[in-house]
Structures are given as C-alpha cells and as structure tokens.
C-alpha cells in the first residue's frame, strides 16, 4: 500500500473543523411516535423543531433510551446535502482517487489486480461518498451500521481461476463449452436472454461465447464488461472488440488485460500452452465463437467453487487448428487455484439484491443503522438547537415592569409569560409581541419570570429572567444614643418587601442593615453629620427614594489634664485637643463653683486657699449646645508642713498620727526598718501599720503630699514591744557548766537577750546579754546543784516576759556514813524495826528540810549486819 499523501489529508482536516463547529450547539431530541414516511417524518421535524435527527458518539446513547422501535434519523442516499465528493476536497485528489492506481506505486504490482484493485476502491468508494452529510448539512463522522449495511449496487467481486491439472500440449484439440446453469450466483457464464447480451453466435447451443448474459458474465461477446475472452489478434490488433476500460479481457491495449493472443510478447500471460494459459482462440474481432478450437465446458463441480472442462466433449463446430495447445484431459475454474497450471480469470460484480438506489436511514431500537425504502412509514426523531433567549425588564416602580424578549426560532403561535414570587405562580400572560408590561406588583420583590415560546403546542426553552421592583422608602428616621464616634439610627419599615437597608454617610461610606436600626460607628467626635436611608434588594438592582437626617456627634474628651505652676494660692490647668472638632472649652472650679469658659488649651486659676485640695473639670462644647464628656483632676496648692507627729507601738503593731498647716487633705507616710521600707499615701492625719516585726526599731516619716509639691517632713523612731522566747531547753549539762538554748519569738527581727543563771543553795547568780543567738553556756558553776534559768527579749529598754527552766550540775558523789545512838527507858525500844524506821525518816525529813532539791544528796539506810 502507499503512503497517504496530502490531497488525502486535506478532507480530514475539513471534517474537524466541521465537527467542532457543529458540536457547539446545545441540542435536544425528540420522539415523533407516529408511522410516517421519511419525507413527511422531516417536514413534520423541520415545521415544529429544526429538522430530522443527526447523530454522533456523544448523542447516540441517549437517543437509543428514547426508541422502543425502529425510527427515521437525517440521513437519505440521495439527499440534497449528500455529493459524491466533499465539495471542499481538493480537485487534484478527487481525479486521483477516481482514476486508476498508479502502476508506480509497487512496481512489482499485477496490472490485473491493478485494474481490480481500481475497480472495486471506485465502486466502493463512490457508493459511501453518498453518505457523506447529513440531511441538514452536518458532516457525516460517525457510522453505526448494522452490519451488512450500506447496501452498495455490487458486492465485492468474485475472483476464479482457470486450472489445468498439467502442462497442454501443442496438438489439434477440438473443445466445447458448456455453459453453467442461467442465472447461477457467482457463475461464469451469465443467465441467457438479458438485455446486455451481445450478437449470438452463429452455430449450436454449445457455442463458445454465449450471446446472451449480462454485463457482470465472466465470459460475453463483443468485449462487454467483465468479457473473459477477448477476440483472438495480436496487441496491436486493428480490430478491438467493443467494450469500456473495465472489461477484464479486451481488445488491444485495454487495460486488464491478462489473456493475450498466441504468443504475443511482452504480455502477462505466456504463449500458448505455457502454465497460466487462458487459451486464447484465434479467429475474427469480435466473433461469438472462434473458428480453430472450440473451448469445450464440461459441468460444473458441486463440491467446489470449479468448473471442469471436458476435452472429449463433441464439438459443434470444428476447424483444423495449426499448432494450437492441446488441453489436458481434465481442466476447470475454481476460487482456489490449488493446481500448478492455472490462469486468474477477471474479476466480476455482481448487483445486491438488498441494494436500493434511494434509500433512506433507519436507527433500530437497539440502536444499529440500516437502509428502508423511503416510503416506509415510522416513527421519527427530530431535534432542536435548544433556544437560549434573553428577557430583559425596564422601567421598574413599585408596582410594575416593562418585558422585552427575542423571537423564538421558526413559526412560534403565540408567548406565554408566567410570573413566579418565591417559586408560586401569581401571573400568566399570553401575547404574540415581544413585549409586555406587568402591572399590580408588590414593592420590593423579587419575581421571576419566564417566557415560552409556543410552537406546535410545545414549549421550547424558557427565556427567563429575575428582577426587583423597587421597594417604597423608609419613614420616620430618627436618631439616640449619640456618642463621640456612634449614633443610634431607627425608622418605620415601609410597605411591601425589602431584603436590606443602605445607610450612607456623607463622606462615602455606606452600611448595611437588615433591621429597621444599625448603630453607626466609626464616626468623628463633634462633627456634624447627615445620613441617608434607603430600602434595597439583594441584586442591588433598585433603591428606593432617599430618607435623610442631620446631627452633630458628642465631641470628644480633653486630653492630658494637667496641674501646674502651682502655689500657695493658684495653679494653672493645662491640656490637649481631642480628637475632633472642639472649637471651645468649659473649665469649672467644682470646689468653688466657678466657671470659665475659654477656646485656648490652658486656664490659669487663682485665689485658692493654701494646701487644700481642688477639684476643676474641663469640657468641649460645639454649636453652643452640644457638650461632651467632662475630664475632672484634682488640684492641690503648696501644703503647709506636718507638727505633733505621735507614734504608739505594740509588739506587732505601730500607730501614727499628727497635724498640718492649711486645708492639706493628702499625705505621705513613710515606715522604715533597717533597709525595708513601706511607703502609704492617705488623705487622713492618722495611719495604723499591723503585722511588724517584734522587738524592731521603725523609723516613722510624714509629710504633706499634692501631685506636684510636698510639704515640708516630720520623722520619729521607736521599738515595737518585744514578744518573750519559746521553748526554752536544755542543750547540755556539766559537772561546772550548763547551756542552754531557746526559740526566737515570732516575726523578730535582728533581737538581744538578757539571760540569768542563780543557785539558791549557794546564793551565786550570773547575768548576760546575747545579741542574734538562741543560746547561752553559763561555766564555773557547782556540780550536783540545781540552777535556775530566765531568759528575755530586749527591745531598747524594755525587756519581754521571762521564760524559766531549772536544771542540776552532773554531781561529784561522795558518801558519808552516819550512825544514829538510840536510848530509851524502854527496855529493847532502840532495837524494834519500827523505832529504827521512824528514826530513818525524821533524818530523812531533816535533811530534806536543810537541802531541798537544790543540791544532789541520796540517804539510804544500811543494814546493821553489813556493818
């Protein structure tokens, strides 16, 4: 096969660019259900839509979910639209396709299959280039035949051979023809007696070339179409026989030509009785039969597609023949040339008996394409271009609407207008203009419309469109809560409907409200403002008339009050402007209840009592009547300087109290102890501080104080009371010392000691004093007495509660022994037990009286026989 050349691409293109331009519109399809002709299927289409249906990949699945039979589509053979050629295809490449393959495309190529090859591309071709458009001019890109279909005037050609079962040889044979049964399918010979046949033979039944046969035999007289044999000549023959260009054996130079004279060179067939032979005959151009040798056929085989030549066979008409091939005993034609000696016979066409010269196109219900006689009567599948129209709404009020709308496509009857609000039909107008005005509608609502057009009682497509009327204005504006940068906004709501309110301020600024009151902010403070209220819709398609109202917003607070150059007697306000506009201010002495006004940023205020303590506010005024919020400070002239400063104290607790000069309400009051100190600002002459620290020395300070100035200072001194020590022990014991230790009081800070140590027995006593230590060795003491201890904490020259304990020396023991002398009148008196007790314990009882427990001494009775 060759390659495909430029001129072949050429239509292709074409077809895409057709394709994408006819895909662009949005179409719909529908189901005409009664039985009608093609013709009166599309005219019906093309009245009530736009025309029979065309179909593609992307549409067919759809459009077989509408069939429950079979039904007319847009495609006719013999359409207007149709041609055997794209009217855009090059011209260059329409002759090429037609004309007969270039021999230079294989030059290896069969001239005979050539001219096959050429016949049946042209027969084919010319028969599917009727379908090339749809009825409406669409480009044909798509194909669903059920297959079988198209039909095309003929079928494929059969192709036989002629096959010898061995080498002829070259003696005088006299040969018959036996024609095949009239009218078989696929015969060689054709049905005797058709229009096409050519001048019968002179002679028998048996003739070679049977005259009569029609232009698809594969064997005819006078070179007609699909002739097998040509007249017997040379190439250069004078005589051809009579035929067209596509007769497979022809006359000289007749392209197909396979079959030569004898031996005429330069051919595709050899000689005479060389393998391939067709056997030529010699005699006249033309003749029916040959005058040297008689072909003879004998019958045809059943069992394959061959016919068999007999070369026994009685001949009707026999001439001496010089040198002319002799056949075998056995030769036929077949569709399978299985034999070595063969010649391919040419190929020939035969007629469909399904084909129709005018047909049109039928979609199956399953979906598949097939061709019907065109006054077949089905239903049919038309289709529209969806009709996307525009509705346009003018000169809207309150109440009404002007409509505006584009034609319907074809023969529209008349337009329904139907008018919806909130998905509820509350208008229906007929009209044959393209206008209409609405009337009786509601303020501030959003209505729907839409516009049929009518055509053979179908709606198309609704033209549609939505729009507000205009909402009605708003009443009774007013305005409270006026601030320095908001205002409370409120109004009536008007009748009808509305989606929102605009708020719009005159520096541009716009706000929305969805209630009937929005607080404004973000505004400047003293300002004068005017605000404008309108109803709107949520298109912000339509506003209603304007309501406005004028105020002056609360002007703002002074900044940064300050007292200064203060004295005994005056003092002088200073501060900043506020944010806004603050074109004056009002100054008042609260104290006094005077009053300045001034448009400065400083007011100088005299005449005040010494020390004392003023109270002055500052306030913008506007437009005379508008004030804003007041800003207030306290003043205070030069105090005078503290007396009589008295302090109290407690172990944990100090108090504090004095007087001053002047109307001084403010003072500072400062309590120092070692490097803390507590500092208090009060507006009374007397301050308490509880919680301190036991046994410490404050230092106390006051003075006048005012924001700017103090007064001239006071200081004392004096120790809280000191609290006694806690759980007073013993550390260790000696036979000549004794330590002891102890816990501070609670919450003391750096503390003294006064310790003492005495013994009643002996009469010693020892003292000391201990600085930030919680024990004491008192040394040199006597071992085996009882000591007691007291210890206190000192604060200046106060002491605390004592806190005592007692303890003994580690005694040195030594014993002494004493004997008691008994007499008594009493005979044997001394010698009782019991006198011996009572003895033993006045002794005892003695020595307790003298010692006590203030030194270590133990008696114990002896038994007299351990003596």
Known sequence: MGRLSLKNKVPIMVSLALVF???????????????????????????????????????????????????????????????????????????????????????????????????????????????????????????????????????????????????????????????????????????????????????????AFSATGNTESAFSATGTPGSAFPPTGTQESAAPATGNTESAFSATGTPGWIAPATGTPGLTAPATGTPGSAAPTTGTPGSAAPTTGTLGLATENSTSNSTEFDATAATTAATTAAATPALPARCKITQWPEEAHYVLLPDFLKTDENYIEDSCVAMLSFGPWVEKECSERLPSICYEDRFFGEVNVTDKTFDSANLAWRKGPGNIAH???????????????????????????????????????????????????????????????????????????????????????????????????????????????????????????????????????SLYTKPGRVLELKVSHYTHHSLQLNWKQPEGNAPSFRVININE??????????????????????????????????????????????????????????????????????NSVSFTVKLLLENTMIERRINKTEIFFPNLKTAANYTVTVYTFNRHHNGQSLTKSIFTRPSPPTNLTVKIAGKRSITFEW?????????????????????????????????????????????????????????????????????EEREISLSMMCSSSQPLLCDGNATRESVFNKLKTHFDNVLGDNIFWRLEKLDPQNK
């Open 21 to 207: 331009a006819w895909s662009a519109a949005e179409r719909e399809y529908f189901h005409h259900p009664s039985d009608l002709t093609w013709e009166d299927a599309r005219n019906h289409c093309q009245t009530c839509f736009k025309d029979l249906v065309t179909l593609t990949p992307e549409n067919i699945q759809n459009i077989s979910k509408l069939l429950t039979s079979d039904c007319w589509i847009g495609l006719r053979k013999n359409s207007n639209s149709n041609s055997t050629m794209d009217p855009t295809m090059d011209p260059t490449m329409n002759s090429t396709m037609n004309s007969p393959m270039d021999p230079t495309m294989d030059p290896t190529m069969d001239p005979t299959m050539n001219s096959t090859m050429n016949s049946t591309m042209n027969s084919t071709m010319n028969s599917t280039m009727r379908w090339f458009r749809w009825t409406n001019g669409d480009p044909l890109i798509f194909q669903n035949w059920y297959p079988g279909w198209p039909v095309f005037r003929s079928s494929l050609p059969n192709r036989y051979y002629f096959v010898c079962q061995e080498k002829p040889s070259l003696e005088t044979t006299t040969l018959k023809i036996v024609p095949p049964p009239t009218g078989t399918p696929g015969s060689a010979f054709p049905p005797t007696g058709t229009q096409e046949s050519a001048a019968p033979a002179t002679g028998n039944t048996e003739s």
């Open 593 to 662: 209840n005077k009053t300045f006004f001034t448009s400065k940023t400083e007011q100088n205020i005299t005449d005040l009592p010494i020390g004392s303590r003023i109270t002055f506010s500052v306030t913008v005024v506007v437009n005379g009547t508008i004030e804003g919020d007041s800003v207030t400070i306290d003043g205070n002239t030069a105090p005078g300087p503290i007396t009589n400063l008295t302090l109290i104290t407690t172990d944990r607790t100090l108090n504090a109290s004095w007087l001053s000069e002047g």
């Open 415 to 549: 337009y329904r207008v139907e008018v919806r609000y909130d998905n509820v039909l509350t208008q229906k107008h007929s009209t044959e203009d393209l206008t209409y005005n609405l009337t009786n509608l509601t303020s501030g609502t959003r209505y729907s419309v839409q516009v049929f057009a009518v055509k053979c009682s179908r709606d198309l497509n609704p033209q549609e469109e939505t729009f507000y009327t205009t909402p009605q204005k708003v009443e009774n504006l007013k305005f409270t809560n006026v601030t320095e940068t908001s205002v409370l906004l409120n109004w009536t709501k008007p009748a009808g409907n509305l989606d929102f309110y605009l708020i719009g301020i005159q520096n541009g600024t716009q706000i929305r409200s969805k209630t009937e009151g929005k607080i404004i902010s973000g505004l400047i403070p003293g300002n004068l403002y005017t605000f404008t209220v309108v109803s709107g819709v949520v298109d912000k398609s339509t506003w209603s008339e304007k309501t406005q109202i």
């Open 743 to 811: 816990d501070p009081p609670a919450d003391v800070a750096g503390v003294t000691y006064a310790v003492k140590i005495n013994s009643i027995f002996w009469g010693d006593t020892q003292s000391a004093t201990v600085d930030n230590k919680n024990s004491y060795t008192f040394s040199g003491l006597n071992s085996g007495t009882k000591y007691y201890f007291e210890v206190q904490t000192k604060a200046g020259t106060e002491l605390s509660e004592k806190k005592t304990l007692s303890q003994l020396t580690v005694a």
